[in-house]
């Protein structure tokens, strides 16, 4: 009887036990439910949560919002969620494109007559005989009764765009364009135009040393020269033309839908200013891909260490005066045509010792390294060029 007793004891003392230990772990687990968020780890990285005491870095709704409504790519870009609001990490690599532009005129089989109205579009590479071009340009315009585009500062480039896509130059038909980031301008013509676009490109270590000189001398350029020498100058500035061949712009129409619209009474299209990876990896493939589209993106290119010869080739494909009206006259360089005075002579050595300098810096060999393979390139297809037009003189 007794261990009957004992029995049944024992087993009443051990469920209640077991009992206590489930209902005090049930109720911690409860306890952490309701003190807990909910989390799906599925998409925790692309919706950040923020954390007690920090503020998370999210996308602005009325950026998703434009890119659905128009089907327009963006930049990936984050929102204004505070002071520490930090950029991603990376930005999608997007190859440049150039619709509605005209082939080498020299070396394609295409006839031009098949583009509809081209309109001559010139990049100007600062300090490789650009200036006399605009010049020249001018000039033309003037005795030829030609309309030419505002210039295209990066500062203009998206304000011009914005005014072409809502109309103020509905009624201007524009004969010629010239700028800074001229490249890819006809992709917001309402007409619909396509672009022949041409330049004049130099030797990389001659026009870095001849643009901080100018800057030194006074001249107006986009980077600061003062309290710099050449080479931190010339490593701030890099490959100058690869910037111009990879900038691009998105524009976008704000609709009565949008919520931006509705927080800033704006109205029509907005153009914006691409962002662009800055990697190794991402660089090379741009450089690749800019020397296999070169020709085809430029329907002429011309050099400045053979100048008149640039002047010709230009005449002949868009049938202007080039040669004609600016053969012979220079703007914002040395003494060429006239004799050299001894200052001159001593200006000139010191020069030449500055790209020496700078050919045997590392850094600025490899912060020129695009600019000098586009050259190179360009250079390849001058000769072409020159060889074609011989062939018909």
Known sequence: MRSYFKGHCASFLLSVCVGTIVLLVTSRIKDQAQNTPLRNTKFSSIFPRSNPGKQSSTFRFDVIVRRRQNGVQFPETTGKSGADEKPFEKVKLVLPRFPRSVPNVYLTDIPVTQYRDPLPAFLHNPKSGGTTIKKCLVTMA????????????????????????????????????????????CARMPTHRTCAYYTVVREPYDRAVSQYFFCKG??????????????????????????????????????????????????????????????????????????????????????????????????DAFNLSFHDTCSGFRFNV????????????????????????????????????????????????????ILVRKKFH
Not at 275 to 298: N, P, T, V
Not at 366 to 380: G, M, T, V
Request: hydrophobic content about 30%; overall charge neutral.
């Open 218 to 315: 006074g001249g107006e350029t986009a980077n600061s020269c003062t309290n710099k020498t050449i080479e931190e100058y010339v490593l701030n500035v890099g490959s100058l033309f690869f910037r111009q061949l990879t900038y691009q712009t998105t524009c976008y129409n704000i609709t009565s839908s949008s919520k931006l619209e509705a927080a800033s009474n704006d109205h029509g299209w907005r153009c914006k200013k691409n962002l662009h990876s800055s990697s190794e990896k991402d660089k090379d493939r741009l450089i690749a891909y800019l020397l296999k589209k070169m020709d085809s993106i430029f329907a002429v290119i011309g050099i400045t260490e053979r100048y008149e010869e640039s002047l010709e080739l230009f005449q």
């Open 142 to 185: 003037e005795n030829e009764n030609l309309t030419i585009s505002p210039f295209l500062w990066k500062e203009t480039r998206t304000q011009f765009e914005e005014d072409l896509l809502n109309g103020a130059y509905e009624d201007t038909r524009f004969d010629l364009v010239a700028g800074d980031v001229s490249l890819g301008t």
């Open 334 to 385: 040395g003494p060429t045509t006239r004799r050299r005075t001894e200052t001159d002579e001593n200006l000139h050595r010191i020069k030449e010792e500055a790209k020496r300098s700078l050919m045997i810096n590392a850094k600025i060999r490899k912060s020129l390294r695009p600019d000098i393979l586009l050259y190179r390139k360009a250079k390849e297809i001058f000769e072409k060029q």
